[in-house]
């Protein structure tokens, strides 16, 4: 975790309302985030986690209310991000090439999931498991201080969940703050959980 503000990521989210289209998408919603800190992001199908890291990804803009984060900020979601064609670590290398990342950080990300003989292989070729871990890997070789998972469990075998939990846990007793999305409960220690409510009105604006 090499972000120059790692020593203490923060996020601070006071009372803000996301707006997807048309819709309200969260209001009031209030999050304090510190140095160290696992969470559990918990909701129902709809009620607004992938917006939120969206959000707090930059690719979202805060409707009302403010938010303030300090630290780099990595997201893993649905959108793989890597080009099918490439071999796995030139697709990821993609990435980290851009942001100054070395090569040795990325082989060390990708061995931590256990990709290593997978590195040759075009990405299409990969199982939904291995594609997922080929994303996760890109967030672990990051500089950013700041990880959102989001469900990030989907389709890895328990070797793989312990591998990801055991990571997720370093990065955390290192300084940086996880914020998980996950419809299970996540088997690795978290420091607490938050629950993402549906707005009482969700009303066209
Ligand atoms: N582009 C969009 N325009 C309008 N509404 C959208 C758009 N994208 C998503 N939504 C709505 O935003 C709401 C929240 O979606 P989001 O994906 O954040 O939920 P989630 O909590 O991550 O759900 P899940 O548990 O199913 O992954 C949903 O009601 C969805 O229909």
């Known amino acids: 975790m090499p972000d ?12 803000v309302a996301i707006i997807r289209g048309s819709r309200l998408i ?4 209030s999050l304090e985030a510190e140095s ?8 129902a199908n709809g009620s607004g986690k992938s917006t939120l890291f ?3 990804s930059g690719l979202l803009p805060i409707a009302s209310g403010t938010a303030e984060t300090r630290g780099a900020i990595a997201l893993c979601d649905d959108n793989l991000a890597l080009d099918l064609d490439q071999p796995l670590e030139k697709a990821i290398g993609f990435w980290t090439t851009l942001d100054g ?17 997978l590195a040759g ?15 996760l890997a890109r967030l672990l070789a990051s500089n950013a201080s700041i990880w959102l998972l989001d469900e990030p469990y989907n389709g890895l075998d328990q ?3 312990a591998r990801l939990d055991a990571a997720i846990s370093r990065h955390c007793e290192a300084g940086g703050i996880a914020l998980v999305a996950s419809h299970i409960a996540p088997t690795v220690n978290v420091s607490r959980s938050i629950v993402i409510d549906r707005p009482l ?3 066209a604006i």
């Open 36 to 43: 160290g800190e696992l969470i559990w992001v918990r909701g």
């Open 159 to 161: 070797a793989n969940v």
């Open 201 to 203: 009105v969700e009303a």
């Open 54 to 56: 969206r959000a707090l």
């Open 4 to 15: 120059s503000q790692a020593a203490s990521p923060t996020i601070i989210l006071d009372r």
């Open 101 to 117: 990342i070395s090569p040795q950080r990325l082989s060390v990300a990708m061995e931590t999931l256990d990709l290593g003989s």
């Open 121 to 135: 292989l075009p990405v299409r070729l990969l199982s939904a498991g291995q594609k997922k871990r080929g994303a």
């Open 26 to 29: 969260l209001r009031n919603f």
